[in-house]
């Protein structure tokens, strides 16, 4: 968020220092809302109703994208024949292919947003050339209390 925050505003002189962008979240104060009390109720719905909410985390989707998007398709009722039309839907829905895109290369959403700024890198870790260890520390230490006993790892 601190990263699409920062390029979406591009026009900003002075752009948001990580260590702030961290403490707002930490204290839940941010655009939509307090993150760990979001995430878990759609955990626990899902769990709750799963035929209807489906949960996913990214790092599942980056590191084994075929059984997770088995999974999208069994759920949506429309579960892959083969294996040729798996990879052809990975193949449209990559990062690489949606970045490069002619309207995302140079569209915008709304509010002068341009589309461009909903693409990054699309790794798992990236962070870690961010944040100092001290944020990371906080940042630990917060995910610890708030998934406490809840059977959730982010």
């Given at each position: 968020m601190w990263h699409f925050i920062n390029y979406s505003h591009k026009c900003l002189e002075n752009p948001s220092p990580l260590d702030e962008a961290v403490e707002?979240?930490?204290?839940?104060?941010?655009l939509y809302g307090p993150f760990f009390e979001h995430v878990l109720e759609y955990w626990e719905e899902s769990k709750r109703m799963p035929q209807k909410i489906l949960f996913l985390k990214y790092e599942n989707l980056k590191m084994d994208p075929k059984k997770e998007l088995e999974k999208i398709g069994l759920f949506l009722?429309?579960?892959f024949r083969n294996e040729e039309d798996l990879e052809i839907v990975l193949k449209k829905c990559s990062l690489e292919r949606l970045k490069n895109l002619e309207v995302n290369k140079s569209g915008s959403l709304f509010y002068g947003v341009p589309n461009n700024s909903?693409?990054?890198k699309g790794i798992i870790g990236d962070w870690k050339n961010h944040m100092i260890p001290e944020m990371e520390e906080r940042l630990d230490k917060l995910t610890s209390l708030k998934l406490q006993g809840r059977c959730l790892e982010l």
């Open positions: 707002s979240f930490r204290s839940g104060i941010h009722g429309k579960p909903f693409f990054r």
